[in-house]
């Protein structure tokens, strides 16, 4: 059995590397929510230039997609920040979605729909990255305890070399990260969502509140 690796310690490294180049890279993250992104942005402002890529054809409805993206703005706003920091939003476009988790929907979450889900959110993340000339590409989804960080890691290294980009490894929930994350959206008085954005999500949820 293949250990996991320790996302957290290649992170150290690279910055590290960063550091020492004594130049300021642009990374394209990708940015699912503001309350995710707050810790993230704390944290890599430091090494990198950011743009923020909010593309989430997952998120429904429409008025919650816009909710989200304009809580992001209000962030990028207002936080303090130590480097450059601008955001990219994408067209809506749910349609992509309902057409890959066609035939998944009764499937839980962390199952097959959310790995197509994440990975087709990566694979256009990479694309965008590549399209804008940054030298790195992430997401700000490994910050989430229900997010399988080994998965997204594995998708992003295979996206790196398909595409030729630098992918940043990641886990950012841990050194407190996620709970700095809640700290954080309490001091924006952030939107913080119950669920991860899609139906099916809202659905499991609910469904949650329900049973308690």
């Not at 959310?114 to 694979?123: A, H, T, V, W, Y």
């Amino acid at each position: 059995m293949t250990p996991k690796q320790n996302y957290q310690k290649i992170l150290d490294s690279e910055l590290e590397r960063i550091s020492q180049s004594g130049k300021i890279p642009t990374l394209l993250l990708h940015s699912c929510c503001a309350p995710c992104s707050s810790y993230v942005l704390e944290y890599l402002t430091e090494y990198f230039n950011i743009i923020l890529y909010y593309y989430n054809p997952n998120i429904s409805p429409e008025s919650e997609y816009r909710y989200r993206l304009s809580e992001l703005e209000r962030l990028i706003s207002e936080m303090p920040l130590k480097n450059r920091v601008e955001i990219t939003p994408a067209e809506y476009n749910p349609d992509i979605f309902c057409k890959l988790a066609e035939g998944l929907e009764d499937l839980p979450e962390r199952g097959l729909r959310c790995q197509k889900c994440i990975f087709q959110r990566l694979e256009k993340t990479a694309e965008k990255a590549c399209e804008l000339g940054a030298d790195y590409f992430t997401t700000t989804l490994t910050i989430s305890p229900y997010k399988d960080s080994e998965y997204i890691n594995k998708a992003g290294e295979e996206l790196q070399k398909q595409y030729g980009i630098k992918y940043l490894f990641s886990d950012f929930k841990k050194r407190n990260g996620y709970k700095r994350s809640i700290q954080l959206s309490t001091e924006y008085n952030l939107y913080r969502q119950n669920f991860c954005g899609c139906i099916y999500s809202k659905i499991n949820s609910e469904t949650l509140r329900i049973s308690e």
